[in-house]
């Protein structure tokens, strides 16, 4: 019987962990998963181990940390390591809160001037197109 390391042809890999095979190889030259070593002839193989970190690593960026840090938070996950991932998540979440008071800017100045052009029927100048020349 086949370990559980050798049982995934990458095409089979990428596909179980939702991913293209592209992003597996970026992640091995990104060295986020280690590329398993060729057989005499054969193809790499790959267990639900690696299925599981390429998931660890899409959750990880789907919360907004870039590949660096998801490269800190891999080498954390022994479980022993809690509040190293706390402080990377805080940094995460400044960044996140800081985006939404952006947005939330940029929402409120749009919608001005969404209403400011739906009053302004027959003007000739655009209150959004003359706003974006004033900055």
Known sequence: MKSERNNLPI???AKSAGV???TIRFYQRK???LEPDRPLGGIRRYGSADVARVK???SAQ???FNL???SQLLKLDDGTHCSE????AALRLADVRARLADLTRMKTALSALVEQCCTQRGSVSCPLIASLHAD
């Open 62 to 64: 789907r919360l907004g």
């Open 20 to 22: 293209t095979v592209e």
């Open 85 to 88: 991932a706390a402080e990377l």
């Open 68 to 70: 660096e840090e998801v």
């Open 56 to 58: 660890f690593i899409k």
């Open 31 to 33: 060295g986020l998963l």
């Open 11 to 13: 095409g089979a890999f």
